[in-house]
T-cell receptor
Framework: QKEVEQNSGPLSVPEGAIASLNCTYS??????FFWYRQYSGKSPELIMF????GDKEDGRFTAQLNKASQYVSLLIRDSQPSDSATYLC????????????FGTGTRLAVRP | KAGVTQTPRYLIKTRGQQVTLSCSPI?????VSWYQQTPGQGLQFLFE???????NKGNFPGRFSGRQFSNSRSEMNVSTLELGDSALYLC???????????FGDGTRLSIL
């Protein structure tokens, strides 16, 4: 089982729709969770981070964390073509020496 | 505040050579991590340094090594380069164990 799993996609949504990106992790000791956006040929850019169960909103982005079920998700409201990118989920776990472990990413395509 | 700076941005080497990549973290960040990213393998963790000490290490051969200086700047060295080492090498820094990492623009290494 991979430490951090994401569906590789592509996830295709029409412009203006809500895009839902999911991530599961295996280490119950994980305490910090991050979402990065990566455009083709560019480096990852931090979008959101969440530490506690529940929802955290920032503009059009909402991160959701459920530690009991070991999943974290990212919702993008009013999706725009400029949101088309690969979204990386990253998990920090004290049991792995605080190493940040990345999923392989979900490619999102927003259709105009 | 200046971001993470990586030099050089592009590098072309031949098999058997060695290469040194440099990373200057965000001011005040004492942790520096290195990643290799290839189209097929995604983001692979190389190692993390904190206060000049290697804190975590990924599953890469001994040809890959790194170090961190007292000013938190870090270097990564790859010896006896192989064709498969062609990749985007990313450096990221963070302030503390649970804090998000911030990435530099990367060094694109091509091996001929």
């Amino acid at each position: 089982q991979k430490e951090v799993e994401q569906n590789s996609g592509p996830l295709s949504v029409p412009e203006g729709a809500i895009a839902s990106l999911n991530c599961t992790y295996s280490d119950r000791g994980s305490q910090s969770f991050f979402w990065y956006r990566q455009y083709s040929g560019k480096s990852p850019e931090l979008i959101m981070f969440i530490y506690s169960n529940g929802d955290k909103e920032d503009g059009r982005f909402t991160a959701q964390l459920n530690k009991a079920s070991q999943y974290v998700s990212l919702l993008i409201r009013d999706s725009q073509p400029s949101d088309s990118a690969t979204y990386l989920c990253a998990v920090n776990s004290k049991s792995s020496g605080d190493k940040l472990t990345f999923g392989t990413g979900t490619r999102l395509a927003v259709r105009p | 505040k200046a971001g993470v700076t990586q030099t050089p941005r592009y590098l072309i080497k031949t098999r058997g050579q060695q290469v040194t990549l440099s990373c200057s973290p965000i001011s005040g960040h004492r942790s520096v991590s290195w990643y290799q990213q290839t189209p097929g393998q995604g983001l692979q963790f190389l190692f993390e340094y904190f206060s000049e000490t290697q804190r975590n290490k990924g599953n890469f051969p001994g040809r890959f090594s790194g170090r961190q200086f007292s000013n938190s700047r870090s270097e990564m060295n790859v010896s006896t380069l192989e064709l498969g080492d062609s990749a985007l090498y990313l450096c990221a820094s963070r302030q503390g164990r649970d804090q998000p990492q911030h990435f530099g623009d990367g060094t694109r290494l091509s091996i001929l």
